[in-house]
């Protein structure tokens, strides 16, 4: 296995904040990482550097064995690493349809043409087979400020995964998602990044799901990872139940993946 | 602020039909009717500029610096090298909106809200500065602009009015339908996706910035042609073009006739202009107050033009 | 060397003046997120209300001369505080919160609004109310410089202006519960701030700032139609410079700003007005946010 993202020494402080402490991940083609750690922890801030949107204060970042390093957002999507984020970051005034429409664009390449329409039936029925893969359909035409939470979140996520990245961060992508929806999103979007083939890395809150679905675990505390492995060793471990989970955790009543 | 789907489709055809029925008018409306929708049109040019800025989320008070660019160029050609063809005098006014677009761009799109509107302000102040003080191009007065020639013909009197006329129906006409598809194409949405999120632009693997200079420069280039025509159908240009004043009408004019659609600015520009007349004459002193008010009352009660009372709404706001 | 002393002391009254017409512009911007075009308006009505009534004064006999000077002040006070709490209190406490640059085309209309009532309240021939500029006489430094004592007493003001404000925001509790807003205004909302106290207090007194500048300044010129708006745009400038909403902002960018004019003016005439946005561009390439502004990045 040829690690697709790996990072050396990655540090960054905020002011007297160090929000990630010399961290050195490798996340190998084809893994299901979940991330672990309260608020603060730095988990945000790891997917921030390594997607290019904040400099680390030292470290390396590579991905597929190339530095990216310096580059833009943009430029680490077009390479395959794509993210969706913790609260959806979306086109609230468009409808989801035309929320999808612009991510096609996007994916066909990064200057989109100003003679030829967006909206084209082709571009039309690759949304629809989205929408279905997602079961979004019935919001289509909606205004993205009227969908609900859960749909919106999974939105974020399709749009994410048009351009037919390698490796997907989600941050969160369960926050904000009422307990009944969780794991249906969380079946919803596995499925999806299974089958095409997308390796993942994921920030949680709840144990339950993490156990569910990820084959690799690592637990944040204090911009540092003080655990990682696989999920039964790192949520077995002392440290992290009392640092991170805060009480002792039963993992043979979670149902610990495989 | 998409537009109706059923208008997309049919905006050609409409555009294609007022522009007849506008045509047809040269041999029917008075004469000052026609100089002042003449004049009307030209200024929806640049009204236009502003109105697709604001579709990305930028509210321009400097759009003045293209349209005195525009005007200025038509006089200058027309005057030093002799150049008296319409057409090519408005190709160059385009031309040289578009080049000072570029040079500007990559500085002020880096610029969001008030402090683009501020810049764009201050850069039009800056050409109005130059104006003012370079006696070579009549300081304060500016001068005057040749009556020009239509392909080789050159018309005189009436004809030369009615050409003119004709001329900004066309271009206005030619304009708009370009702008349209502009708009309804894949950067056109893109714009509208910015003003929206950057961010996710972004991440999805665009550079925001380079759609709004992008943006910026066809904005840059229309106006610049509404200056050329201005200039050609006034036969008079001045500093006054790049006022800010100036821009603050044509802002004025994009929230009075809204972003919804092409056809909006040029609406808003002819109720203006009519109003301006009968407000002059009868209340000089109270034409900018009259503007002031009216501009608080549509902020407040209606916020998204005069299209918004022809326009149908957009597609449901809440899942059903 | 004269030549060096004419330039720091032109700018260092240029940069008064300038200081002077920006600190109330940067203080709204500052605690009410609003860039108040029509501010311009409020430097022009401070300069009417003063012209007039100090020519009123020094048309007959009215009393000792100096107290002119206090007319100037009063005139000031009152215009900016009628028009402070009837534009805070009948139209911005209603669309406070609502976007930046929609709040710049709201005050636009105001300045439309009040440019066509200056003209109807004092037409449109100039005002002249140089008396107050005479009366300090001129000070004669070294063999060919002179410089009018007025306008040497303005950078007295504006220093005092200056101070007068570090002197609030830092030493009194009504200060740091500015500051506080400025600084965070959700927090301070959370905090329990009065924020719509606070946000007429402080278009009051940038209001009356405003019309302070303009009344200071009407003695050295003549009010003509149209002054207010070249002003919005200088203040702007310097404003930026500074960095947007800070006082201490306004004080470097009315510095620099002024300087470089002065230099300009003395040394190369012609481009006076392009150095002014010169700086203003140049020091944005470099430091968007303004000298003294922050940047807070968008938290994701
Ligand atoms: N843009 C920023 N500016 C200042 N501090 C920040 C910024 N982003 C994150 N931090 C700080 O860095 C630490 C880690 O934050 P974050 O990565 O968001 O945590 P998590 O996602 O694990 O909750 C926190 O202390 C946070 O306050
Ligand atoms: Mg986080």
């Given at each position: 296995?040829?690690?697709?993202?790996?990072?050396?020494?990655?540090?960054?402080?905020?002011?007297?904040?160090?929000?990630?402490?010399?961290?050195?991940?490798?996340?190998?083609?084809?893994?299901?990482?979940?991330?672990?750690?309260?608020?603060?922890?730095?988990?945000?801030?790891?997917?921030?550097?390594?997607?290019?949107?904040?400099?680390?204060?030292?470290?390396?970042?590579?991905?597929?064995?190339?530095?990216?390093?310096?580059?833009?957002?943009?430029?680490?999507?077009?390479?395959?690493?794509?993210?969706?984020?913790?609260?959806?970051?979306?086109?609230?005034?468009?409808?989801?349809?035309?929320?999808?429409?612009?991510?096609?664009?996007?994916?066909?390449?990064?200057?989109?043409?100003?003679?030829?329409?967006?909206?084209?039936?082709?571009?039309?029925?690759?949304?629809?087979?989205?929408?279905?893969?997602?079961?979004?359909?019935?919001?289509?035409?909606?205004?993205?400020?009227?969908?609900?939470?859960?749909?919106?979140?999974?939105?974020?996520?399709?749009?994410?995964?048009?351009?037919?990245?390698?490796?997907?961060?989600?941050?969160?992508?369960?926050?904000?998602?009422?307990?009944?929806?969780?794991?249906?999103?969380?079946?919803?979007?596995?499925?999806?990044?299974?089958?095409?083939?997308?390796?993942?890395?994921?920030?949680?809150?709840?144990?339950?799901?993490?156990?569910?679905?990820?084959?690799?675990?690592?637990?944040?505390?204090?911009?540092?990872?003080?655990?990682?492995?696989?999920?039964?060793?790192?949520?077995?471990?002392?440290?992290?139940?009392?640092?991170?989970?805060?009480?002792?955790?039963?993992?043979?009543?979670?149902?610990?993946?495989? | 602020?998409?537009?109706?789907?059923?208008?997309?489709?049919?905006?050609?055809?409409?555009?294609?039909?007022?522009?007849?029925?506008?045509?047809?008018?040269?041999?029917?409306?008075?004469?000052?009717?026609?100089?002042?929708?003449?004049?009307?049109?030209?200024?929806?040019?640049?009204?236009?500029?502003?109105?697709?800025q604001?579709?990305a989320g930028l509210v321009s008070f400097g759009?003045?610096?293209?349209?005195?660019?525009?005007?200025?160029?038509?006089?200058?050609?027309?005057?030093?090298?002799?150049?008296?063809?319409?057409?090519?005098?408005?190709?160059?006014?385009?031309?040289?909106?578009?080049?000072?677009?570029?040079?500007c761009g990559w500085l002020l799109t880096r610029y969001r809200e008030i402090f683009f509107a501020m810049l764009t302000l201050a850069l039009?102040?800056?050409?109005?500065?130059?104006?003012?003080?370079?006696?070579?191009?009549?300081?304060?007065?500016?001068?005057?602009?040749?009556?020009?020639?239509?392909?080789?013909?050159?018309?005189?009197?009436?004809?030369?009015?009615?050409?003119?006329?004709?001329?900004?129906?066309?271009?206005?006409?030619?304009?708009?339908?370009?702008?349209?598809?502009?708009?309804?194409?894949?950067?056109?949405?893109?714009?509208?996706?910015v003003?929206?999120?950057e961010?996710?632009?972004?991440?999805?693997?665009?550079?925001p910035r380079?759609?709004l200079f992008?943006n910026y420069?066809?904005?840059?280039?229309?106006?610049?042609?509404?200056?050329?025509?201005?200039?050609?159908?006034?036969?008079?240009?001045?500093?006054?073009?790049?006022?800010?004043?100036?821009?603050?009408?044509?802002?004025?004019?994009?929230?009075?006739?809204?972003?919804?659609?092409?056809?909006?600015?040029?609406?808003?520009?002819?109720?203006?202009?009519?109003?301006?007349?009968?407000?002059?004459?009868?209340?000089?002193?109270?034409?900018?107050?009259?503007?002031?008010?009216?501009?608080?009352?549509?902020?407040?009660?209606?916020?998204?033009?005069?299209?918004?009372?022809?326009?149908?709404?957009?597609?449901?706001?809440?899942?059903? | 060397?004269?030549?060096?002393?004419?330039?720091?002391?032109?700018?260092?009254?240029?940069?008064?003046?300038?200081?002077?017409?920006?600190?109330?512009?940067?203080?709204?911007?500052?605690?009410?997120?609003?860039l108040?075009?029509?501010?311009?308006?409020?430097?022009?009505?401070?300069?009417?209300?003063?012209?007039?009534?100090?020519?009123?004064?020094?048309?007959?006999?009215?009393?000792?001369?100096?107290?002119?000077?206090?007319?100037?002040?009063?005139?000031?006070?009152?215009?900016?505080?009628?028009?402070?709490?009837?534009?805070?209190?009948?139209?911005?406490?209603?669309?406070?919160?609502?976007?930046e640059i929609?709040?710049v085309?709201?005050?636009?209309?105001?300045?439309?609004?009040?440019?066509?009532?200056?003209?109807?309240?004092?037409?449109?021939?100039?005002?002249?109310?140089?008396?107050?500029?005479?009366?300090?006489?001129?000070?004669?430094?070294?063999?060919?410089?002179?410089?009018?004592?007025?306008?040497?007493?303005?950078?007295?003001?504006?220093?005092?202006?200056?101070?007068?404000?570090?002197?609030?925001?830092?030493?009194?509790?009504?200060?740091?519960?500015?500051?506080?807003?400025?600084?965070?205004?959700?927090?301070?909302?959370?905090?329990?701030?009065?924020?719509?106290?606070?946000?007429?207090?402080?278009?009051?007194?940038?209001?009356?700032?405003?019309?302070?500048?303009?009344?200071?300044?009407?003695?050295?010129?003549?009010?003509?139609?149209?002054?207010?708006?070249?002003?919005?745009?200088?203040?702007f400038a310097?404003?930026v410079?500074?960095?947007l909403?800070?006082?201490?902002?306004?004080?470097?960018?009315?510095?620099?700003?002024?300087?470089?004019?002065?230099?300009?003016?003395?040394?190369?005439?012609?481009?006076?007005?392009?150095?002014?946005?010169?700086?203003m561009f140049?020091v944005l390439a470099f430091r968007p946010q303004g000298?003294?502004g922050?940047t807070?990045?968008?938290?994701?």
């Amino acid at each position: 296995m040829s690690a697709i993202l790996e990072t050396r020494g990655l540090t960054r402080t905020f002011g007297a904040v160090v929000a990630a402490m010399n961290l050195n991940v490798r996340i190998d083609q084809g893994e299901i990482v979940g991330v672990i750690g309260s608020n603060g922890a730095g988990k945000t801030t790891f997917i921030n550097m390594v997607t290019g949107y904040l400099p680390p204060s030292s470290g390396e970042i590579l991905f597929d064995g190339h530095s990216v390093l310096g580059r833009q957002p943009r430029a680490i999507t077009r390479l395959g690493m794509v993210r969706s984020f913790q609260v959806a970051q979306l086109f609230p005034k468009l409808t989801v349809l035309e929320n999808a429409l612009v991510s096609l664009v996007a994916a066909e390449g990064p200057r989109p043409s100003f003679l030829c329409p967006l909206d084209t039936p082709q571009r039309r029925a690759k949304a629809d087979a989205i929408f279905a893969e997602f079961g979004v359909s019935r919001y289509r035409d909606v205004l993205v400020s009227a969908v609900p939470q859960g749909a919106r979140k999974l939105v974020d996520i399709a749009m994410a995964l048009v351009s037919q990245p390698r490796m997907l961060l989600l941050d969160e992508p369960t926050s904000g998602v009422s307990i009944e929806e969780k794991f249906a999103l969380m079946d919803t979007v596995m499925a999806v990044v299974r089958r095409h083939g997308v390796t993942i890395l994921f920030v949680e809150h709840d144990m339950e799901i993490v156990a569910r679905y990820v084959t690799r675990l690592m637990a944040f505390y204090s911009g540092e990872i003080i655990a990682d492995g696989p999920p039964k060793s790192v949520l077995g471990d002392a440290r992290v139940q009392e640092l991170v989970i805060g009480h002792h955790l039963d993992i043979n009543a979670l149902g610990v993946a495989a | 602020m998409s537009f109706p789907k059923h208008l997309a489709s049919s905006t050609g055809s409409a555009v294609a039909i007022a522009a007849l029925v506008f045509a047809a008018g040269t041999w029917v409306l008075p004469p000052w009717l026609a100089f002042l929708l003449t004049l009307a049109f030209a200024k929806g040019l640049v009204v236009l500029g502003v109105v697709i800025q604001m579709r990305a989320g930028l509210v321009s008070f400097g759009q003045a610096l293209f349209y005195c660019i525009g005007g200025y160029i038509v006089g200058l050609a027309s005057q030093s090298l002799g150049i008296s063809d319409a057409f090519a005098l408005l190709a160059l006014a385009t031309g040289a909106g578009i080049l000072m677009a570029l040079a500007c761009g990559w500085l002020l799109t880096r610029y969001r809200e008030i402090f683009f509107a501020m810049l764009t302000l201050a850069l039009s102040m800056i050409l109005y500065g130059a104006l003012v003080k370079s006696s070579a191009l009549g300081s304060t007065d500016g001068f005057n602009v040749a009556a020009p020639s239509f392909l080789g013909w050159t018309p005189q009197g009436d004809a030369q009015k009615q050409a003119l006329y004709l001329l900004s129906v066309a271009v206005a006409a030619a304009v708009a339908i370009g702008i349209h598809r502009f708009m309804v194409s894949s950067l056109g949405r893109v714009i509208e996706a910015v003003r929206e999120n950057e961010l996710r632009v972004e991440y999805l693997g665009l550079s925001p910035r380079a759609v709004l200079f992008s943006n910026y420069v066809v904005a840059a280039g229309i106006s610049a042609l509404g200056g050329g025509l201005t200039a050609l159908a006034s036969g008079h240009i001045d500093p006054d073009m790049a006022v800010w004043t100036t821009s603050g009408e044509f802002v004025f004019i994009a929230i009075l006739g809204g972003t919804g659609h092409v056809f909006a600015p040029f609406i808003g520009a002819i109720v203006f202009s009519v109003i301006r007349t009968f407000a002059i004459q009868e209340a000089p002193h109270f034409w900018q107050m009259t503007l002031g008010v009216v501009l608080l009352a549509l902020i407040l009660f209606l916020p998204k033009g005069l299209w918004s009372l022809i326009a149908r709404d957009k597609p449901a706001e809440v899942a059903t | 060397m004269t030549t060096l002393i004419a330039i720091l002391l032109d700018g260092a009254i240029y940069a008064s003046w300038l200081f002077l017409v920006a600190a109330g512009l940067t203080i709204i911007y500052g605690v009410m997120r609003v860039l108040n075009m029509a501010h311009g308006s409020f430097y022009a009505i401070g300069a009417y209300a003063a012209a007039a009534t100090v020519g009123w004064f020094f048309s007959g006999e009215h009393g000792n001369p100096y107290l002119s000077y206090l007319l100037l002040v009063g005139c000031a006070l009152l215009a900016g505080v009628i028009l402070g709490v009837v534009i805070e209190q009948g139209l911005l406490r209603f669309l406070m919160g609502r976007d930046e640059i929609l709040m710049v085309i709201v005050t636009y209309a105001l300045l439309l609004i009040l440019e066509d009532a200056t003209k109807l309240i004092w037409g449109v021939d100039p005002y002249f109310a140089y008396q107050p500029y005479r009366l300090l006489g001129i000070s004669d430094i070294g063999d060919i410089l002179r410089f009018a004592n007025y306008d040497l007493a303005l950078i007295a003001v504006a220093v005092f202006i200056g101070l007068a404000a570090w002197f609030v925001l830092n030493r009194t509790n009504k200060g740091r519960l500015l500051r506080a807003v400025i600084h965070d205004r959700e927090i301070a909302i959370a905090m329990g701030v009065n924020v719509n106290a606070m946000f007429a207090a402080t278009f009051v007194i940038g209001a009356v700032l405003g019309a302070l500048a303009g009344a200071l300044t009407a003695p050295a010129i003549s009010v003509t139609p149209g002054i207010g708006v070249e002003v919005i745009v200088l203040a702007f400038a310097v404003v930026v410079v500074g960095g947007l909403g800070s006082i201490g902002g306004a004080a470097a960018g009315a510095v620099l700003v002024g300087l470089s004019r002065s230099f300009a003016v003395h040394i190369a005439p012609e481009i006076e007005l392009f150095v002014i946005y010169g700086v203003m561009f140049l020091v944005l390439a470099f430091r968007p946010q303004g000298l003294f502004g922050q940047t807070l990045a968008r938290r994701i």
